[in-house]
Structure formats: structure tokens, C-alpha cells
């Protein structure tokens, strides 16, 4: 009966090779098992984890072997540069945030690309995001021409957060280039030592707690609910998405002027953002408004002036460090320095937030324009100023030990720093209780620019889930009077011209702030997008991620197009805002026309608490996005179509890709939520042994052999651990019996 | 992952110990696309008929379940003009009840007895379904009519041939799905709720 699935095929040269090919497969599944099942407890996670395993068969041993050489080289360089990493050396903490630029080749596709021109494509960059969802941290680098990229992914393994940023850096000069990579690498190499690894699986620890929720991003989680809360709840509502993008130019004079957004979501006392957490920079040649250089090949209304005043850069990659270092212990400041502030009054979760009033016309599309930048200043009084403050920090910032670094480090000195674009994009999950309220799509952008004399200070917090903060953000600015409120902190920031421009939509589901400020040539724009999922009450888990991400990446693209058409898309995003009355936000969400329709009504659905069907977003992504371009398109499309992208540029960036990926897996996110990887670890295992009787794993149809492998779940029911490790990240269940694996783990979630 | 090997166990089982009525094979070359036929079980208003069934392993099986749908035309509650099915099993959690430990020759099972025993309370077809309960007559009447007209082979004894040696209808099955899938194509979805 060998040959039997062959039937159809006839030939018999055809079965003979195949014959041969299959035992050799075997072979090798036979040897793929026997390494699996000898790798140790932290090397069989750490592979998992970079989604090394690959498939049993199809991989030989000495490729595993390598691969898993490889990996743990690149942990180990990656705690050598750092030594707090080594503190806490949670294998694949070490081994995500490792995985960077001179790393890189131990992932195979990666080092192929690597070999070659950098990714002109965004194949490898779909490779690797594919990696990083299911491995959780990640960064990767790499460069094209004088534009290199750094994206970076963190999960936290607890929390269902999920970040996500992509860098990329326009080099003046190759020889810039090199120290940029450099600088890269060690900016990573912070990354470790800042943020702390991945929850270890130590049985001690509370995966599910905001602890571990924070530890990754730092600066994003502070405010978030107490632990208690977040164990209560259980299910994740909203997603956020922020998205920076930070062209940032390189100042004139001193590097402390140029803007370095941070984003520090502001406490948000409602935000319980739950489980999840991956953060992946990816440094992409967009069209974004990064001020063009000549490197840039966007569209964007270039500071032409500043280029002349282009001095080399010297920073060393050293300097780079300690800069990221602060940045990132900076969120924390700013954080404290919100603390000092009259604290925002709470709002009450069930309070609807006010309808936003639509935002004049010549706002949004002037962000780009100067002339435009008075009215903004107008405007600022109508902003609650206290969301203000939560929003924007004071002009002088208290200088923080590791901002003090900063200017120390040497950035000041160095004049010049090459324009970066940089993409943050966080997912959060957020509880279903504050579901009706948030049940939106809020993006905002907010950028400043502060020239702190000594201190570079320009932090940007964009607003958190935090029902609070951005539901005062929002009702202050629909108090405006029905404009987008355009803030300048004149008053603070007093040097620094702070050009704020947000309008949002609340409740529609839709609210977005963009903001921009200019200063001496330095630009910052940041954009903040918050997409609550929309929830289907008894669905589960599964459904609402699939819209949010998807209309995640439309606003993402938007987001892009807007900053690099300047008026034309920014004004055709305002209008939804000013057509929706505050009756009807949701109508005005899916007229925001920059966002995709799909993606808009989807949200409008769930903030309606109406259950939708994902029809029609499978409908969207029927239309397959085979190119950078198609993706734009259909972004577009779906929504309305806006002005032309120019996409010979864009399009064959990794940039657009990135909504291929997203619309691509939306299958995947459909599922429902499984476990994350600490809560797989803390799932016991064995080693099958020979008086055991004889069984299969169902999953695989394999019969266990010495030595497997094996984990067992809370129903008694095993498999093999390669095996429902992939069903379990996925899902929650039992396999066979279809019992909740999570109802155990999830409560208890310490061993 | 596992997908290949595991198909071919399951094609392996699949041509050892078929489940009764039901048969399934390698369409050509691909590992990822099957073809099966399903006898219409006695007692039934597919009794006689020979239903052929498209079979397509997504990459990610078994954590994806099969995509499965009818070729052959049928009338059922559960199954629309397109041959699509509603069936939990085929789709995944929370929606649906897939799980890797399911394999081909389950879920086939689970068709089998699905035509046998439709389900109207979660229809696909709207209409078929409130015939079936509440005019059942006419919907065997309607049933065994389609039956006789697309899935029962002019000749006499096929049907029992059809058990022993599938592989002799798969052409007259494949003959029919053309003037099919241009229906289909025409075929508006229908949420399967």
C-alpha cells in the first residue's frame, strides 16, 4: 500500500524516485525528532522561539545544528554588549533582541538577503515580521543605499501587547552608513539592557500581570490597570496602534534640538492592555515626509533650506547608545513629570466620550503648510489644558539622569544627524469593560519639537489607551468648538514652536491627531493610532483582531500618505471628521476616508456592539495585494481613493508590504488568541519512554518513539511538544478533547 | 508544518481503511489537492448518488483545517449552490471546531453524516432549510430529484460499482463540474449563520 497515494500518478521511474525521496524524508523526520528531543529545555525554546524547527523532514540535523549554533551565538554577543541582559538572560530575550544586523545570519533567509543588496523588496521583511509574530522579539537591520532600516519587534509574552517599529535612516554618506549600522546594533543592544527580557518562564512570576506587561515597554505600560484588574479581565478589547514617524532632520546646530519623539502613552487608568506586546522597528524607505535629503525619495515638502547647513556627522556608535538609552528611560520621565502635573480628572469609564467637533478643513490640510501654523496657535487655548499636559510635557524638561546622558553623549556635539523615519507601532489589547467607550479608532499624531537648551527633550506621548487621557483629549478638543485642535504650547515651550493638530472622532470609532511641529527645519510627526478591537461578545477570542490589524495597517499606510501628500490627503481625511455630527461618529469613522472602508465599518460595528461578521473583510482581502502597489491600492481603495500615491517610490518599499503582510495573515488573526509562550512553557512535559504504551501524537499521526519529547496539557491528553507548541500559540484548547487549556494556566498562571 | 508527512499518513490511511461510503484520493501531483466522493447513505434522499468533493490542504494544515465543498450539485440545508459547506468542523475555533487531531477522513465522516442528518438550524441555505422543516416532503422530493439528476450514474449497477471502484466515476464526476463551477461562480455568498 505504499505506493497507494501515488495512484495517481502512474509512472513507475516517477514512484521509484519518490519512494527514495520519502525515505530519505523520513530519515531525516527521524533525526529531527532525535534533536528535538535532545535539545535542552532553554535550546528547544530558544529555537522555537526564532522559529527555527522548521519541519520535521525537511530540515536536516546538521541545519538545526547550525541554526541553533548560530542562535545562540548571536544571544550570547548580544548579552556581552550588554550586561543587564545577562541579569535577566531569558534565552529568548536575548536571542530576539539579538537578532540584528551583523547577527542576522543566523536566520538563513535573512543572511541570504543579507549576502545580497539589502531587501529592495519587502519579501525578507515579510519573512522576518512572519518570524516575529510568532517569536515574539525581534530586531533586524539592514541597508539599502545610503537608507538603512532597524525594525525591531517586541511581544511581550504575557501581555497580548504588540509592538512594532521600523526605522529607517537616510545616511548622508556610506561611511555614515557604517557607523549607523554600528549604531544600530548597539542602539539594540540597549534595547536588551533597557527593557527587560521577556518574562522569564520562572514559575514564580505573574505572566499575566502588568509587571510583565510592562517590562517590555516600558514606557508604554506605566499607567495601565493593577495587576488585579488585569487578571480580572480577561479579555482583550482594543488594540492600539501607534504609529511615529519621525523625520527627523538633521538640526542645524545641536542635536538636542532635533526632536526625538518619544511615545509615552499616557497613564491611562482604563487601558488595561492585555497580553501582548511586540514591538518590530522596521526601518523602511517609505514615502514619508522624511525630509528628503537627497536620499530621500519622497514627496514630502523637504526643508531644502536645511541642507546646505548638512554637517558630517561624527557621532560614534557609542554616542548612539547612550542616546538610546535615554530615549528610552526617558518615557518614564515624562511619565513622572506627568505625575507632577495636576493630575487629569479621571473620567468615569462609562462616561461617553464627547463627539469630536470636525476639525476646520484648512487644518489638516495645512499641516504641512506654514501658513496654517497661526491658526493651530489659536486654537491651542480651546484644549483642555490639562489633556494638553498630559499629552505634551512641559518645555523644560527636568532632566533626568539619562537625559542628561544625552547631550553628554556627545549628540550635541555632533551636528548632523541623518533624517530617520521611524514607524512605531503598538497593539495593545484592552479589556472588554472598557469596550462601549473605546470602541473607536483613535489615531493621533502629535509631534514636538523642543529645543531645551542642554537637554534634548522632545517627548511625545501619544496617548495610551487610556480611556481617561484620551477621552479628555478628545472632549477637550471637541469643546474647541468643532475644530480639530491645533495646539501650540506657546507658552511653554517658548523657543520651540509646538504645532499640534489633532482632531479626533470619538465614539465613531475614528479619532486621529495629527500634529506636526516645525522647528528650525526639524520636523517631527508623530501619529498615534488607537484601534479598539471590536469585540464580539460571545464570539471569543478570535475575530476582532483580524479588523483591527487590518484596519491598523490601513491607517498606517494613511498615516504614511498623509504625511507624504501633504494637504491633499491630510484634507481628504479631515472631512470625515467634520461631516460626522457628534450623533453619528461611526458614520463619520467610515467617512474617514483615508481609513479604509472595511476597516471603518468593522470598527463602527463593534463600537455599535454589533456583531459583524468578518465577510467583509475577508472580502477585502480577497483581493490579493501581490505588490507594494496593489497593497496601496487597495489600502486606498477600500476606503476612498485619495490622491495619487506616488508608488514608483513607495511601492517597492517594504513599506507597503507591511499592509500585504497584515492583509495576507488576516486568516491567521482571526483565530483566536492562544497561549502565550510562557504560558506553553509553564506546561509540563516528559520524555516518552518505552513502558509507556504505545501512542500517537494526534497532530502529527506520528507515533511517539523513545526519547520524544512530550507535553501534557491540563486534560491529560499529550503531544508532541513541537507539535502543540504551534497549536497552542494559536489556540487554547485541547486538541482532542477541546478543553480549555487557558482555564487552568491563565488563573493560576504560576506553575 | 507537519503538513506534508502528514498527509501522506493520511492518504496512507485513507486507501487502507477508507471510511464506509467514502473514498478520497490525490487530485494529480498536488499534495495539497484531493478529490473524494461520498455514497449517499441509504435511508436518505442521496441514496444512489455518487458525491464528488474538492479537497484543497491549506499551508498551515493541520493547524488550518481542509477546505472541502461539493462538486457535484446537492440539495441540503447545509450546503450551498457552490458546494461550499457548513460545516464547524471545517472552520476554526471559536467559529468552528477544528482541531489538528482531525484529519481527512474525519471530517469527511462528519460530511457524510451531515447530509444524513442536516442541520437547519445553522442553515446555509435559507430556503432548503425551511422546507426541511417544515415541508419536509418536498424537500425529499426536491432532494432525491437533484440526486437523480447529478449525482446518480446513468448506468445501471454504477452505484455499487461506485463503491468498489470510485476512481471509474471520478471522470463522469469531473464531466459534470464544469457546467458547475460556472454556476458557482455566479453564486452569491451566503453567510453560513
Known sequence: MEGSDNAEQGGSDQSDSQRRRQLARLDREEAFYQFVNNLSEEDYRLMRDNNLLGNPGEITEEELLTRLQQVKDGGQRAAGTTPSASASPSPSASA??????????????????????EPPNGDTLLDWLNTVRRTGNTTRSGHRGNQSWRAVSRTNPSSGDFRF????????????????????????????????????PAPAEEPSTTEAAEEVPAQEVPAEAPPEAMELEEEPVVEELAVIVEPDLSPPVTRPASPQPLQVPVPVPMSVPVPMSVSVPVPIP??????????????????????????????????????????????????????????????????????????????????????????????????????????????????????????????????????????????????????????????????????????????????????????????????????????????????????????????????????????????????????PIRRISDAGL???????????????????????????????????????????PSDAALAAGAVSASGGQAQAGGSGGAPQTDERDRDVDGADL?????????????????????????????????????????????????????????????????SDALKTCSVCITEYAQGHKLRKLPCSHE??????????????????????????????SVV | MQRNSRLKRELQMLSTEPPPGISCWQSGDQMDDFRAQIVGGANTPYEGGVFGLEIKIPERYPFEPPKMRFLTPIYHPNIDNAGRICLDALKLPPKGAWRPSLNISTVLTSIQLLMAEPNPDDPLMADISSEFKYNKQVYLEKARNWTEKHAIQKNDGQVKAAEKAPDLFSKDSSRKREPLKEQQSQQSKKPCL
Open chain 1, 96 to 117: 530576539g533582541t539579538s537578532d540584528s544586523g551583523s547577527s542576522d545570519e543566523r536566520r538563513p533567509e535573512a543572511a541570504e538577503l543579507e549576502d545580497g543588496a
Open chain 1, 165 to 200: 517599529s521600523l526605522e529607517i535612516n537616510i545616511n548622508r554618506s556610506l561611511a555614515e552608513q557604517e557607523t549607523q549600522t554600528e549604531a544600530a546594533v548597539a542602539e539594540q543592544a540597549t534595547d536588551v539592557a533597557t527593557a527587560p527580557a521577556p518574562a522569564p
Open chain 1, 286 to 531: 517609505i514615502a514619508i515626509p522624511s525630509p528628503p535629503l537627497q536620499a530621500a525619495p519622497v514627496v514630502v515638502e523637504p526643508p531644502q533650506t536645511r541642507r546646505g547647513v548638512v554637517r558630517p556627522r561624527s557621532r560614534s556608535p557609542e554616542q548612539r547608545r547612550t542616546r538610546a538609552c535615554t530615549a528610552r528611560s526617558r518615557s518614564p520621565h515624562a511619565l513622572d513629570r506627568m505625575d507632577g502635573l495636576p493630575p487629569a480628572p479621571p473620567i468615569p469609564d462609562g462616561l461617553p466620550p464627547l463627539p469630536p467637533p470636525p476639525p476646520p478643513p484648512h487644518m489638516e490640510g495645512s499641516s504641512r503648510t506654514r501658513q496654517h501654523i497661526p491658526t493651530r496657535h489659536v486654537t491651542v487655548e480651546t484644549i483642555d489644558p490639562q489633556a494638553f499636559l498630559a499629552t505634551t510635557y512641559s518645555p523644560e524638561p527636568p532632566p533626568a539622569p539619562a537625559q542628561e546622558e544625552e547631550p553628554a553623549g556627545g549628540e550635541a556635539g555632533a551636528g548632523r544627524r541623518p533624517p530617520t523615519i521611524r514607524l512605531d507601532l503598538q497593539v495593545r489589547r484592552v479589556r472588554p469593560g472598557e469596550y462601549r467607550q473605546r470602541d473607536s479608532i483613535a489615531s493621533r499624531t502629535r509631534s514636538r519639537s523642543q529645543p531645551a537648551s542642554n537637554t534634548s527633550s522632545s517627548s511625545v506621548s501619544s496617548s495610551s489607551g487610556s480611556s481617561s487621557s484620551s477621552s479628555s483629549t478628545s472632549s477637550s478638543s471637541s469643546s474647541s468648538g468643532g475644530a480639530g485642535s491645533g495646539s501650540a504650547p506657546g507658552s511653554g515651550s517658548g523657543a520651540a514652536g509646538h504645532n499640534t493638530f489633532l482632531y479626533e472622532t470619538e465614539q465613531g470609532g475614528f479619532r486621529r491627531t495629527f500634529s506636526r511641529s516645525e522647528r528650525a527645519g526639524v520636523r517631527t510627526y508623530i501619529s498615534t493610532i488607537r484601534i
Open chain 1, 542 to 584: 478570535g475575530e476582532a483582531t483580524s479588523v483591527a490589524l487590518q484596519s491598523m495597517i490601513r491607517h498606517i499606510l494613511t498615516g504614511f500618505g498623509e504625511l507624504s501628500y501633504f494637504m491633499d490627503s491630510d484634507s481628504d481625511s479631515s472631512d470625515s471628521p467634520r461631516a460626522s455630527g457628534p450623533a453619528e
Open chain 1, 626 to 690: 501581490p505588490t507594494g502597489t496593489a497593497a496601496a491600492g487597495v489600502v486606498d481603495g477600500s476606503g476612498r481613493t485619495r490622491g495619487p500615491i506616488s508608488l514608483e517610490e513607495t511601492g517597492s518599499l517594504p513599506f507597503l508590504r507591511l499592509a500585504h503582510f497584515f492583509l495576507l495573515n488576516d486568516d491567521d488573526e482571526d483565530q483566536p488568541r492562544g497561549l502565550t509562550k510562557e504560558q506553553i512553557d509553564n506546561l509540563s512535559t516528559r520524555n516518552f519512554g518505552e
Open chain 1, 719 to 748: 503531544y508532541h511538544v513541537h507539535c502543540i507548541d504551534r497549536w497552542l500559540s494559536e489556540n487554547s484548547t485541547c486538541p482532542i478533547c477541546r478543553r480549555a487549556v487557558l482555564a487552568t494556566t491563565n488563573r493560576e
